[in-house]
């Protein structure tokens, strides 16, 4: 499976079937970040309460809900494309029905969808889902309906989400929301709000009960991990002022990490995303210590170049994250690490893309998300820097690292062949329907021959042959 992403693939349709025993029906649809598909089953979980089941057919939907994302116009353009549809489907098919926009581009563009464009009758911004059965009364009696308040201590710790689009297997448990990283390209800080973290106890009930309901899988999710703290409260940029009492009990990530492992020693447990300036040694320790950790990393760098880093404010060097890898590397010497890139940033040189080549070709990622720079309205890149990197530089430039993370991918899934690894079956091979599909633990694909195996099993599985992004293979347990 070509695990680099484009825009068409990520918008992937999140749609299922929750029990519900009313008539009314909600069509859910998700884009963007992991986060945004979490955030749907917590919508799900409201909306469940109130009496509402879900449909995949949109001409039956009373309510049709798009949680949306704001990273790069791309994701936003489609979006839109999704709003017109729904449109020509209440138009044509079903006039009473009512649309509404959650997540980012909610939050970005706040009441411009209802005032100017009026083609949607609610927007909700990602901390004011609880708000959802108000604004829908709101709705049915015929007003607009809008809050994009953000919050500093909304984290839906208190709400068991509503697993959609499951496979029973595998499940998101988010445990931070917002970032207050500020990288100057980045939209996120201002859809999402500050950076705060959830109380481990709610994150330890869903993993138990994830378990307690045959989850194999769990992967704790925020935009940034590392950052992960609890000291009796979870706002990020408060911890400062927190009591001696408080920082000597807080709650660090590595901290979370090993609590949630022990409590479910028979789970996989994965983490996304870590970023370089916040990620510390402890961590690796941690996944060292715990077989159930994966051994995989999601840190994008987004440059090699150190004039681009400062002027994307990564707060970290080539030098840095290289640092960093290799440590990684001394402590878990089985680690894959994945990258996410941003080519054609303000004023990027060919030297300081070649700096990306160099850095690529010195760590060889087993797979990544590479874009394009996409200026965001009101970033601070925006404000800063022209976009000036001309379109067709860009796009070459984005097929240089591409061709460069193949190799590499390729160059690493090759280490596999001859040897077994054990995999999770996660669902049935999309090429083969007589093959499961399902990752190792280093979050590769592989695909095998079915046999009597099913989804959900641990199998070991020898590997014969591989592309650049997956590994081929049969069971020998
Ligand atoms: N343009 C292009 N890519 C972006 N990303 C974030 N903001 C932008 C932007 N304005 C990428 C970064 C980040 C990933 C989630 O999306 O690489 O790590
Ligand atoms: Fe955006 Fe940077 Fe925060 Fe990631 S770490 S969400 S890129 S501001």
Request: aromatic share 8%.
């Amino acid at each position: 499976m070509e695990k680099i992403i484009d825009e068409k693939k990520q918008g992937t349709t999140l749609v299922t079937d929750v029990k519900g025993d009313t008539s009314r029906k909600l069509y859910i649809e998700s884009y963007g970040c992991q986060m945004n598909f979490s955030d749907s089953e917590i919508v799900a979980s409201i909306l469940t309460k109130q009496g509402y089941s879900t449909t995949q057919d949109l001409k039956e939907a009373d309510l049709v809900l798009v949680n949306t994302c704001s990273i790069r116009d791309k994701a936003e353009q489609t979006v839109r494309k999704r709003l017109e549809k729904f449109n020509a489907v209440k138009r044509d098919h079903n006039p009473k029905m009512k649309v509404g926009v959650l997540g980012c581009m909610a939050e970005r563009l706040k009441s411009k969808f209802l005032e100017e464009e009026k083609i949607v009758d609610m927007v909700v911004g990602p901390d004011a889902y609880k708000d959802l059965p108000n604004l829908l009364e709101e709705v049915d009696e015929g007003r607009d309906a809008v809050n994009v308040v953000l919050s500093k201590d909304e984290t839906y710790g208190d709400i068991a989400p509503v697993r959609l689009g499951t496979n029973g297997i595998t499940a998101l448990v988010s445990i931070t929301r917002g970032c207050d990283n500020m990288c100057t390209f980045c939209v996120v800080p201002f859809t999402r709000g500050r950076e705060r973290s959830r109380d481990p106890q709610s994150i330890l009930k869903e993993v138990n009960d994830l378990a307690a309901k045959g989850y194999k899988e769990i992967t704790l999710l925020g935009q940034n991990v590392d950052s992960y703290v609890w000291y009796g409260g979870g706002l990020k940029k408060d911890f400062e002022k927190a009591s001696e009492m408080q920082k000597a009990t807080a709650t660090s990530f590595s901290e979370l990490l090993t609590l949630v492992a022990e409590a479910q020693p028979k789970m996989r447990i994965r983490f996304s995303t870590s970023n370089p300036q916040d990620m510390t040694e402890d961590v690796f320790h941690v996944m060292a210590a715990h077989a159930n950790i994966c051994n995989h990393i999601h840190l994008p760098f987004q440059s090699g170049s150190d004039r681009m880093l400062k002027a994307m404010n990564r707060q970290h060097t080539a030098a840095e994250y290289l640092k960093l890898v290799k440590r990684m590397w001394e402590i878990l010497p089985n680690c894959t690490i994945s990258q996410d890139i941003i080519v054609g940033f303000p004023g990027e040189t060919e030297e300081d893309h070649n700096d990306t080549l160099r850095l690529m070709e010195e760590v060889k990622f087993i797979f990544g998300y590479m874009y394009k720079y996409s200026e965001r309205p009101g970033t601070m890149a925006a404000r800063k820097f022209e976009d000036d990197i001309p379109e067709a530089t860009k796009k070459r430039r984005l097929v240089e690292i591409v061709d460069a993370q193949r190799k590499h991918g390729a160059y690493r899934t090759q280490q596999f062949v001859g040897k077994t690894t054990e995999v999770l079956i996660e669902r049935e091979s999309k090429k083969n329907e007589n093959e499961w599909s399902g990752r190792n633990e280093q979050s590769i694909v592989v695909v095998f021959p079915k046999e009597q195996y099913k989804p959900g099993d641990f199998v070991k599985v020898k590997i014969n042959d591989c592309t650049s992004a997956t590994l081929i293979g049969e069971a020998v347990e």
